[in-house]
């Protein structure tokens, strides 16, 4: 890894733990920016888990600190994506580099096209029966396993809509994201899908990213950094479906 390389994911790992702590969507950033540093496909999922990891820790500190909590409110959802996360992480560990990144790179522009909605608190609708939040956030979990882009602004669209604030729901979010990455990340590293320096890197630019972004949600003022990661994410976009490099 040259330095420019180095730079690249610690400054896009910083704008990507922000734009995380405020709605979701940052790996849309900082897998291509793992690919682009030449980190094969499948490990740069499995690299990429390490920072979110510790980022999401690092949010969860830093929401702490603003006296925001919501322990209690997300335990339904918990177990369900847990169980979803192991299958979704073994499944995906499975295909060529070549192909997860193909599919990264088509999932990567409806993915930015739901991070353009902003988040709002839904107080409206029918209330989900225990079985069906179960079934939904089961399948939230397979694909935070196997992806994890833009799980959280799948999360917040869920969660906004049971009647949580947009601040409890980003908690609950974050917290759930914690548990999913602490189930998929043992299966990358036990099956030797992560690399350790550009997973280090990336790791202090997006728990620095994750703590103010945290302090930013709280207070308002998100959209520039947004509209950063959003342009950056499509101008990856080319690199990982072979359109160039």
């Known amino acids: 890894m040259v330095w420019w390389e180095a730079v690249l994911l610690f400054a896009g790992g910083g704008a990507?733990?922000?734009?995380?702590?405020?709605?979701g969507g940052g790996s849309s950033l900082t897998v291509p920016l793992l690919v682009l540093a030449g980190v094969p496909g499948n490990f740069a999922n499995g690299t990429n888990r390490v920072g979110i990891f510790v980022s999401n820790g690092t949010t969860i500190w830093s929401f702490h600190r603003q006296g925001i909590n919501a322990y209690r409110e997300a335990l339904p959802f918990l177990f369900p994506v847990v169980i979803g996360s192991l299958i979704g992480s073994i499944a995906i560990s499975q295909v060529t580099d070549r192909t997860f990144e193909t599919i990264f790179g088509i999932l990567i522009l409806p993915i930015i096209?739901?991070?353009?909605?902003e988040p709002k608190t839904v107080r409206t609708g029918p209330n989900l029966s225990k079985t069906a939040i179960f079934l939904i956030f089961l399948c939230i979990g397979v694909y935070a396993g196997a992806i994890q882009m833009g799980v959280g602004l799948v999360l917040l669209a869920f969660l906004t809509r049971s009647g949580l604030t947009l601040m409890k729901a980003n908690?609950?979010?974050?917290?759930?994201?914690?548990?999913?990455?602490?189930?998929a990340l043992p299966v990358f590293i036990i099956l030797g899908k992560v690399?350790?320096?550009p997973a280090l890197i990336l790791t202090a630019g997006l728990s620095i990213g994750g703590w103010l972004g945290a302090r930013i949600a709280v207070r308002g003022g998100e959209r520039t950094i947004r509209a950063f990661m959003i342009i950056a994410a499509i101008g990856l976009t080319g690199r990982l479906v072979g359109l160039y490099g």
Request: hydrophobic share 70%; glycine share 4%.
């Open 171 to 183: 908690f609950v979010k974050v917290l759930i994201t914690l548990a999913v990455t602490m189930t």
């Open 113 to 117: 096209f739901l991070s353009l909605r």
């Open 195 to 197: 690399r350790w320096w």
């Open 16 to 23: 990507a733990g922000v734009v995380n702590a405020m709605a």
